[in-house]
């Protein structure tokens, strides 16, 4: 696996993100931010490693707080921290 299968699974996770209805105030802002900091991700033209260091601690503190609501979500997110792992990040 590589950069290019990260970059993959994270337009997965953000699609599904985008889908997500949650009802709870503090869950709904910590989605919109973990959506909106993938999507900023995704739009860089370069995949420094830098760009993804603070987003694994960032999906393992949405992961703890949504696993039990958003199963579907929490998946892709354990996948995304499986990866980011897997590169050293």
Known sequence: MDKQTLRAQLKELHAE????????????????NLARDVQE?????????????????????????VEASHPRATL??????DQLAYLGI
Not at 48 to 58: A, K, M, N, V
Request: hydrophobic share 35%.
């Open 17 to 32: 993100l985008q889908q997500v209805e949650s009802l709870d105030v503090n869950e709904r802002e910590m989605l919109e």
């Open 41 to 65: 991700i995704l739009h860089r033209d370069d995949d420094r490693t830098q760009h993804y260091s603070s987003l694994g601690d960032q999906l393992k503190e949405v992961v703890a707080q």
């Open 76 to 81: 892709l997110m354990r996948q995304v921290i």
